[in-house]
Antibody, heavy 120, light 107 residues
């Protein structure tokens, strides 16, 4: 059974850096073609893809947020970490991680999500 | 940048067929996926590669994609199908795009 679970602070202040961890089981990022993405969803709005890391450590970012995002992985711990700098209230959202298997272009499954509120 | 457009809301009576559209430039040249999101829950994949159903998704869910429009069809709609539905495609080799979402009301 494949599961992913996000963890991190529920509240961050404006200008701070957000660090989120996705801990997964049931698959390995050592496997060729495997990928993990971060996706966020502001309250009442559609999901928005943020970043992706591949089994070979290739990294891809949303163009509009590229300067603020860093994605990394710890294969031995089955974890993917997302850092987002200079947080703003508009970044308030539920943040999800999700898996993509080799040769697929969809997300399945998603984690349970973690709500991050940006407020002073 | 690539965009996907969905109707804000669709209503259907129980037992009837619901159709949710997703439009984008030459969307038919790309694969479309669909996700169901019930209140307070994470999105769940219900259709991938335009028309395929993941294991565990009821047969009443189907999909198509041609020209500029992908369509999610729910036949014999049930009350449990009331949810938000999002389409998704790849705008480029690395850029993922989601539609704005459609709230399906079963009444």
């Amino acid at each position: 059974q494949v599961t992913l679970k996000e963890s991190g602070p529920a509240l961050v202040k404006p200008t701070q850096t957000l660090t989120l961890t996705c801990t997964f089981s049931g698959f390995s990022l050592r496997n060729s073609g495997m990928r993990v993405s971060w996706i966020r969803q502001p309250p009442g709005k559609a999901p928005e893809w943020l970043a992706r890391i591949d089994w070979d450590d290739d990294k891809f970012y949303r163009t509009s947020l590229k300067t603020r995002l860093t994605i990394s992985k710890d294969t031995s711990k089955n974890q993917v970490v997302l850092k987002m700098t200079n947080m703003d209230p508009v970044d308030t959202a539920t943040y999800y991680c999700a898996r993509t298997r080799p040769r697929e272009n969809w997300f399945d499954p998603w984690g349970q999500g973690t709500l991050v509120t940006v407020s002073s | 940048s690539y965009e996907l457009n969905q109707p804000t809301s669709v209503s259907v009576s129980p037992g009837q067929t619901a159709s949710i559209s997703c439009s984008g430039d030459n969307l038919g040249d790309r694969y479309a996926s669909w996700y169901q999101q019930r209140p307070g829950q994470s999105p769940v994949l219900v259709i991938y590669e335009d028309s395929k159903r993941p294991s565990g998704i009821p047969e009443r869910f189907s999909g198509s994609n041609s020209g500029n429009t992908a369509t999610l069809t729910i036949s014999g709609t049930q009350a449990m199908d009331e949810a938000d539905y999002y389409c998704q495609a790849w705008g480029s080799s690395t850029a993922v795009v989601f539609g704005g979402g459609t709230k399906l009301t079963v009444l």
